[in-house]
């Protein structure tokens, strides 16, 4: 049961260019969302978070948007730098409760920023 | 100045041997994680401490036994290992665990290799 799904294995943009990455989840308890950044040989690296109580975060170059009602946030990186190639990783978790702050994650986009 | 850091970074051994991965954090957080990367790729969650008690437990096999001696580390000890187990292994810290939404910070991960 995957509840956390990035359907774009991969994505290849142009430098200088907006890349958009999507993400979808199904389970409603979710409240808090992250984005993190993986290279090769390395863990992943915290992007940006939002919580449900907002529809837009932005820290530099990087905005994530979050629609609750569709279930779906999107990472939006611009412009796009070589630099920025890497695993793109969603995740989820939900505030309180039982889950303590457990992370689900979605499969990862492979980002490739062309020179 | 690693944040979270794992040894060994790598590890080979045989089917049926016993081994442990360590994990420590020096970044003053209060609980820590071990999540399990797969052949496909998916982040997903084993077991989680706070302040040195076991918060998450997910459906792991009792060959896995995780051990905190204190909150800055989290080691993870895997008996009579099996072909299955064979996948990347990282460690993460946050600070608050389910009362707070604060991002997890990850280890660069340990690649286990069963012959």
């Known amino acids: 049961d995957q509840q956390v799904k990035q359907n774009s294995p991969s994505l290849s943009v142009q430098e200088g260019r907006i890349s958009i990455l999507n993400c979808d989840y199904t389970?409603?308890?979710?409240?808090?969302f992250l984005w993190y950044k993986k290279y090769p040989a390395e863990g992943p690296t915290f992007l940006i978070s939002i919580s449900s109580i907002k529809d837009k975060n932005e820290d530099g170059r990087f905005t994530v948007f979050l629609n609750k009602s569709a279930k779906h946030l999107s990472l939006h990186i611009v412009p796009s730098q070589p630099g920025d190639s890497a695993v793109y990783f969603c995740a989820a978790s939900s505030f309180g409760g039982t889950s303590y702050g457990k992370l689900t994650f979605g499969q990862g986009t492979i980002l490739t920023v062309h020179p | 100045d690693t944040a979270v850091s794992q040894t060994p970074k790598y590890l080979v051994t045989q089917m049926g041997n016993d081994k442990s991965i360590k994990c420590e954090q020096n970044l003053g957080h209060d609980t820590m994680y071990w999540y399990k990367q797969d052949s496909k790729k998916f982040l997903k969650i084993m077991f989680s401490y706070n302040n040195k008690e076991l918060i998450i437990n997910e459906t792991v096999p009792n060959r896995f036994s995780p051990k905190s001696p204190d909150k800055a580390h989290l080691n993870l000890h895997i008996n009579s290992l099996e072909l299955g187990d064979s996948a990347v292994y990282f460690c993460a810290s946050s600070q608050g665990g389910s009362i707070s939404n604060q991002p997890q910070h990850f280890g660069d991960g340990t690649r286990l290799s069963i012959l």
């Open positions: 389970n409603s308890m979710f409240d808090y």
